[in-house]
């Protein structure tokens, strides 16, 4: 069988699972739940792995893995679907009780994830293919609920605040030679920024607000701190892509009383990870001389969300060609593009060669109140064609093109042990009194 009549095999078996993988994705568009608070999803999307045979195997909580193995030495193409929703409470189809929902499409691509799985398993495609293909379902691609995700960490439930980096700490993609996965939006690939999480919670003493002097106001810290912030963006005046944004957290419980205690979250974003160390950096600095300047304690976490996401080209036009094939004679523009934001796929692309692409079938305001999901099929059943597609093109006969790929991880990407290093500079806890 040529891998163009492999392919067409595939894509029809996808089809006829379509209504079940369509309501797959209808019910968890219902049941949002976000991040390393997935279990619902996770069991369903294991139940569906496990009933093609897969053996599943479980990381970061609710995270897990299936392989597909040909019985055949060669190379391990990861497929990646991602399991949360986000919290967006304005959202007419949130969650009335916790907010969630999927207003970032995330259900689409764990249900694409699973259809491709299923057409790849019911096709009998493993006969014609060499190494492993591994299903990964991935938690918490949103930098949500820091406090939360804290708690998990501490209680060595989970060794990082996001799913991907969670994973490859666990040892999920040890012997994966190239990872893709597709995000509903557009014809396209989305390199993006790194991203570091800050938790910064400044220490006074409270007291009657009509004898300010009895106390000192931590709110006060917290002020110096946001200025200073803000006049920092000037040091970075010529990165274009660099994006540094948080919220107050905590600022006092009345107007009557000097606060004792104020927190806030920080992100900060950059595009290379030199630069995201230096603002992180930086930021500390403004944070510890905030506190000086006020006579308060500082308490400072720093966490890292995501590193910065290089797509490989030659994986994108693997998803390019898969596009071709679907749809022949057409006039997408098909483009790596860079986005401000980030996604913990930039942590697969620091190991192997990476795809983080995307498909149509969504309108709307990424994570805002009016996100809907307008072709469902386009968003579940073609990107699981384009998905396979992708995993034949590297694995087909005795799998050429997935060893140039093996070949690319060991030359041009770095090690685990390298990662965790990187994250390792950009982690820290600091807890300081006030030297007076």
């Not at 304005?90 to 970032?104: E, F, I, L, M, S």
Request: hydrophobic residues 40%.
């Amino acid at each position: 069988m040529t891998i163009d009549q492999l392919k067409q095999e595939i894509y029809a078996a996808i089809d006829r699972r379509g209504p079940e993988i369509l309501s797959l994705a209808d019910d968890l568009w219902h049941h949002p739940e976000s991040g390393f608070r997935e279990f619902r999803t996770s069991r369903l999307v294991r139940e569906k792995l496990s009933a093609l045979n897969l053996p599943v195997r479980e990381y970061a909580l609710t995270g897990f893995r299936a392989d597909l193995d040909t019985g055949r030495e060669g190379p391990v193409c990861a497929l990646l679907g991602e399991l949360d929703a986000l919290l967006n409470p304005n959202h007419p189809n949130a969650d009335p009780k916790t907010g969630a929902v999927h207003a970032c499409g995330h259900h689409t691509h764990i249900a694409a994830m699973t259809a491709a799985a299923m057409g790849l398993c019911d096709s009998g495609a493993a006969s014609h293919l060499c190494g492993k293909i591994a299903f990964l379902g991935c938690p918490a691609e949103e930098s949500i609920e820091l406090n939360y995700r804290r708690e998990l960490i501490a209680s060595g439930k989970i060794p990082a605040t996001s799913g991907k980096a969670s994973m490859i700490l666990s040892g999920a993609f040890d012997d994966v030679d190239a990872a893709a996965m597709l995000h509903v939006g557009n014809y396209m690939a989305m390199n993006s920024n790194g991203v570091v999480l800050k938790c910064v919670t400044f220490h006074g003493k409270s007291c009657h607000a009509a004898s300010p002097q009895n106390g000192t106001n931590a709110s006060n810290a917290l002020e110096l701190a946001r200025h200073a912030v803000a006049l920092l963006r000037e040091r970075y005046s010529n990165e274009n892509m660099l994006r540094i944004h948080g919220i107050i957290t905590h600022a006092g419980e009345a107007a009557n009383i000097i606060p004792g205690a104020a927190s806030m979250e920080y992100m900060l974003r950059a595009n290379r990870t030199e630069l995201l160390t230096d603002v992180s950096r930086r930021f500390d600095l403004a944070m510890r001389g905030a506190a000086l300047a006020a006579d308060c304690g500082l308490e400072l976490q720093s966490l890292p969300g995501a590193q910065p996401m290089h797509n490989d080209p030659e994986l994108y036009q693997l998803c390019c060609n898969a596009i071709d094939q679907l749809h022949p004679g057409n006039d997408f523009v098909k483009e790596i593009y860079m986005s401000p934001g980030a996604t913990d796929m930039g942590d697969v692309s620091c190991i192997v060669p990476a795809l983080h692409g995307g498909v149509p079938g969504c309108a709307g305001t990424c994570h805002g109140a009016d996100f809907r999901i307008v072709d469902l099929e386009r968003a579940c059943l073609e990107s699981a064609k384009i998905l396979a597609s992708i995993a034949v093109d590297l694995l087909y006969g005795d799998g050429s093109t997935g060893r140039r790929f093996a070949r690319k991880k060991q030359e041009e990407h770095i090690s685990v042990e390298r990662y965790r290093q990187i994250r390792e500079r950009l982690t820290g806890f600091v807890q300081e009194d006030p030297e007076i």
